[in-house]
């Protein structure tokens, strides 16, 4: 029984710290305060937009840059300039060339077209001085000897590093069209009657990028 | 133990973060497609026909001096690039007759007409390859070939013999 009465106690105590508790917290809540904002703090990303102008434009891409006519003798060749432009607002450090869409015939009629011209066109002007790096690219692909084939080039990717100015940045950002490719193919002129008929295909893939990893492409210069 | 595990695996969430932060660099890839090259074809026909099919045109015996004929051919350039025509004489057999010398291409005269011009005359031996002329894509041209034993020749070609192709080359 009076083991009873102490339990009645011990509770209403309890009972008592809870209400005094409920009261503190309500007075706390009901302190002064004064709440300010700033607001329409963001962040903005750039981004890296690159546009391609050179034979039929089809959205950001282009089709038919490089093609030849139907009755396509050897001797004949086939020129064209790529260009590039990068519309974002971050500047692109390297440009990437991979290769997609390869088709041919049998026999490959690519082992028979020579990239006899090679340039890099760079705010205006063409590099290297000589206005051929064909050679150059041939030596670091391939067989490795002085002659370029389609099928030699299409075989690895490359990578340009900078546009000729030592600055480490290819494509600027700004819609400058100032990076491209000339780039002429001659059907060889010793070609033989196999190849009569035969036909290639190729897409250049080209992906501009703030990242300077290489990622086991071949640097064009 | 619990705070060296929490801080270990704190650790791996910063570097799996600084991972992703690299991977994800801008970047903005386009594509030339459709680059195609397609060689084209140079191909003649002899009256329509090539290879084995070609006919045989000249088929005499009997010859004697003063006889003489002509036969006539269209060339035709059914493939895409434009060439060039020519002609030769191959001579692959000879035989000599009463005299054992092989004399009969030496005294046979040939001219050759191409596209209505006189363009070679002089004897059969002597018809090496010889252009005839431009023969474009999808074009054709008359060749006229008149042939004579000359009343002149003598008993020198009595019983000779010659065969010969006509090989009609179309060089891009």
């Given at each position: 029984?009076?083991?009873?009465?102490?339990?009645?106690?011990i509770?209403?105590?309890?009972?008592?710290?809870?209400?005094?508790?409920?009261?503190?917290?309500?007075?706390?809540?009901?302190?002064?305060?004064?709440?300010?904002?700033?607001?329409?703090?963001?962040?903005t990303?750039?981004?890296?937009?690159?546009?391609?102008?050179?034979?039929?434009?089809?959205?950001?891409?282009?089709?038919?840059?490089w093609?030849s006519?139907?009755?396509?003798?050897?001797?004949?060749?086939v020129?064209?300039?790529?260009?590039?432009?990068?519309?974002?607002?971050?500047?692109?450090?390297?440009?990437?060339?991979?290769?997609?869409?390869?088709?041919?015939?049998?026999?490959?009629?690519?082992?028979?077209?020579?990239?006899?011209?090679?340039?890099?066109v760079?705010?205006?002007?063409?590099?290297?001085?000589s206005?051929?790096?064909?050679?150059?690219?041939?030596?670091?692909?391939?067989n490795?000897d002085?002659?370029?084939?389609?099928?030699?080039?299409?075989?690895?990717?490359?990578?340009?590093?900078?546009?000729?100015?030592?600055?480490?940045?290819?494509?600027?950002?700004?819609?400058?069209?100032?990076?491209?490719?000339?780039i002429?193919?001659?059907?060889?002129?010793?070609?033989?009657?196999?190849?009569?008929?035969?036909?290639?295909?190729?897409?250049?893939?080209?992906?501009?990028?703030?990242?300077?990893?290489?990622?086991?492409?071949?640097?064009?210069? | 133990?619990?705070?060296?595990?929490?801080?270990?695996?704190?650790?791996?969430?910063?570097?799996?973060?600084?991972?992703?932060?690299?991977?994800a660099e801008?970047?903005d890839?386009?594509?030339?497609?459709?680059?195609?090259?397609?060689?084209?074809t140079?191909?003649?026909?002899?009256?329509?026909?090539?290879?084995?099919?070609?006919?045989?045109?000249?088929?005499?015996?009997?010859?004697k001096?003063?006889?003489?004929?002509?036969?006539?051919?269209?060339?035709?350039?059914?493939?895409?690039?434009?060439?060039?025509?020519?002609?030769?004489?191959?001579?692959?057999?000879e035989?000599?007759g009463?005299?054992?010398?092989?004399?009969?291409a030496?005294?046979?005269?040939?001219?050759?007409?191409?596209?209505?011009?006189l363009?070679?005359?002089?004897?059969?031996?002597n018809l090496?390859?010889?252009v005839?002329?431009?023969l474009?894509?999808s074009?054709?041209e008359?060749?006229?070939?008149?042939?004579?034993?000359?009343?002149?020749?003598?008993?020198?070609?009595a019983?000779?013999?010659?065969?010969?192709?006509?090989?009609?080359?179309?060089?891009?």
């Amino acid at each position: 029984m009076q083991k009873g009465t102490e339990m009645k106690k011990i509770l209403i105590l309890m009972l008592a710290i809870g209400v005094v508790a409920c009261l503190v917290g309500v007075g706390s809540f009901a302190a002064f305060n004064d709440v300010e904002t700033s607001i329409g703090n963001t962040f903005t990303s750039g981004d890296i937009n690159l546009k391609l102008t050179g034979g039929v434009q089809n959205g950001d891409s282009v089709t038919a840059t490089w093609k030849s006519p139907d009755n396509w003798a050897p001797g004949e060749e086939v020129s064209a300039t790529l260009m590039m432009t990068n519309i974002g607002t971050v500047d692109a450090k390297h440009v990437r060339m991979d290769w997609a869409g390869l088709t041919h015939g049998s026999p490959n009629l690519m082992d028979e077209i020579i990239i006899t011209t090679f340039a890099e066109v760079c705010n205006g002007t063409i590099y290297p001085s000589s206005g051929n790096e064909a050679t150059d690219v041939a030596h670091a692909c391939g067989n490795h000897d002085d002659i370029l084939t389609l099928a030699e080039f299409v075989s690895t990717s490359w990578i340009t590093v900078d546009d000729w100015t030592g600055d480490g940045i290819t494509l600027e950002a700004g819609d400058h069209n100032d990076y491209g490719y000339e780039i002429t193919f001659t059907f060889d002129a010793n070609a033989s009657n196999s190849y009569q008929g035969t036909s290639c295909s190729f897409g250049m893939v080209l992906t501009a990028t703030q990242s300077t990893d290489m990622g086991g492409a071949i640097p064009l210069h | 133990m619990k705070k060296i595990l929490m801080a270990m695996m704190l650790v791996a969430l910063v570097a799996a973060l600084v991972g992703v932060g690299v991977y994800a660099e801008f970047s903005d890839t386009e594509t030339s497609t459709q680059n195609s090259f397609t060689a084209g074809t140079l191909n003649l026909t002899v009256d329509n026909y090539e290879g084995v099919s070609v006919p045989v045109y000249i088929n005499e015996t009997n010859l004697k001096p003063g006889d003489g004929g002509t036969v006539s051919m269209t060339l035709a350039n059914v493939g895409s690039i434009d060439g060039e025509a020519s002609i030769e004489a191959d001579i692959t057999a000879e035989g000599g007759g009463k005299n054992n010398y092989a004399d009969l291409a030496a005294s046979i005269d040939v001219s050759v007409t191409y596209a209505g011009t006189l363009k070679w005359s002089g004897k059969l031996v002597n018809l090496t390859v010889t252009v005839l002329g431009s023969l474009n894509a999808s074009a054709s041209e008359a060749v006229k070939i008149d042939w004579s034993l000359p009343s002149s020749a003598g008993n020198e070609v009595a019983g000779d013999s010659v065969v010969f192709n006509l090989v009609f080359t179309l060089n891009q």
